[in-house]
């Protein structure tokens, strides 16, 4: 049954993408250009998401289980390092570069995009060398 | 500063169904969504990877549901020269593992779960991603 979740949430992950147009990068680079030509859309994506996930993941943390797995899994590092912040530049300079974060980008697979494909193969290239440095 | 393309109505309708996603995820599976946590594990390790899978195609499926059901088309445009993909993309896939978060997990898992980390993180890839489109804006 955990797969058909896996799925499903995926699918619907990727229709917000799509209906929030955070899947096409002018509408995120629109966004992060605050100085120029604003474009304030996607602050409501992420209240969207907020104010569903935030009450029901509240609600449920401190039940015994998920109704298909054995345990909640909550991420638990709580340290502010520099692993923290310069991982986080890095992702913001790239970012602001393209307009793509992982989610838009592995979506943007489905519009056979050969920009896209270039930026997700090196992204999964990154992903690979960090795995080496953790 | 000029307020330009302002679609609120959309960006809030995809953004509750992404919240949904989270909920659903996390109160039928236990987990926590972060998108380049996924992707990457899925790549690096044998833990959940057929649910990363599944995860993962659904994300790639949605556009062409969301196709079939409402027959739009979906257009996206990027400009950057194959040189600027390559180097966005991986400091987007090695930088979101080393802080453990992108604008999803961070963004919206950690900042639903009030961790203090996660807000960190995401006030400062904002604050980057700002400065990166000033930069390039001026260059």
């Not at chain 1, 502010?80 to 989610?103: A, H, Q, R």
Request: glycine share 12%.
């Amino acid at each position: 049954m955990n797969k058909i979740v896996s799925l499903l949430c995926g699918i619907i992950f990727g229709i917000g993408l799509v209906i929030s147009e955070m899947i096409n990068p002018e509408k995120v680079l629109g966004f992060l250009n605050i100085f120029k030509e604003w474009d304030p859309s996607l602050a409501f994506v992420m209240i969207g998401g907020l104010i569903v996930s935030t009450p029901i993941f509240h609600l449920f943390k401190n039940k015994n289980k998920p109704l298909f797995s054995s345990n909640f899994s909550i991420p638990t590092n709580k340290q502010i390092d520099k692993k923290l912040i310069i991982g986080s530049v890095f992702f913001g300079s790239g970012w602001g570069l393209i307009g793509l974060c992982p989610g838009p980008a592995i979506t943007s697979i489905a519009l056979l995009n050969m920009s896209s494909a270039i930026f997700v193969t090196s992204m999964f290239i990154g992903f690979y060398l960090a795995s080496k440095v953790n | 500063m000029n307020i330009v393309n302002f679609t609120p109505v959309s960006a809030l309708t995809g953004g509750l169904l992404i919240g949904l996603s989270v909920a659903l995820f996390f109160t039928l599976n236990g987990r926590m969504i972060g998108i380049s946590g996924i992707a990457s594990n899925f790549l690096v390790s044998k833990n959940n990877r057929i649910d990363n899978f599944l995860f993962l195609v659904g994300l790639i499926l949605g556009p062409l549901i969301y196709n079939l059901i409402s027959g739009k088309e979906i257009n996206i445009s990027i400009s950057s020269s194959l040189i600027l993909l390559i180097i966005g993309g991986s400091l987007v896939g090695f930088g979101t593992r080393l802080s453990s978060g992108c604008t999803s997990g961070h963004g919206i898992s950690g900042i639903s779960r009030f961790s203090l980390r996660s807000i960190i993180a995401t006030i400062t890839f904002m604050l980057v991603g700002i400065l990166t489109v000033l930069i390039t804006g001026i260059l």
